[in-house]
Nanobody, 128 residues
């Protein structure tokens, strides 16, 4: 059973930056797709970024493209989401999730059911 732990959430003023981290307890497969999702109050959870471990594909939602950057360190089972030029609409609880033994495909951003393991999430609050 893989466990995912996110960190790095917090409060920031609009225009600022935060970096989220997600560390997995174990990787048993050669490849996997990690997704970053967020859920704002009163809204459905949405995908914001996907990144492959052992691959090179990265996908972003239109709402964060050009502002957020995903990266990972396969050896340390860790991924990061660098969030820049944050605005109030980025306020949400952010989750990382893993689809094991799989590459990432862009349509996974809209299909959280593809992901088997989930962290508990961290809160990000952006104020004006």
């Amino acid at each position: 059973q893989m466990h995912l732990v996110e960190s790095g959430g917090g409060s920031v003023q609009a225009g600022g930056s935060l970096r989220l981290s997600c560390t997995a307890s174990e990787f048993r497969d050669y490849k996997r797709c990690m997704g970053w999702f967020r859920q704002a109050p009163g809204k459905e959870r949405e995908g914001v970024a996907l990144i492959e471990f052992a691959g090179s594909e990265i996908y972003y939602s239109d709402s964060v493209k050009g502002r957020f950057k995903a990266a990972n360190d396969n050896a340390n089972k860790t991924a990061w989401l660098q969030m820049n030029r944050l605005n109030e609409e980025d306020t949400a609880k952010y989750f990382c999730a893993v689809r094991p033994d799989a590459w990432c495909y862009g349509d996974y951003l809209a299909d959280e059911s593809r992901f088997e393991y989930w962290g508990e999430g961290v809160q990000v609050v952006v104020s004006s």
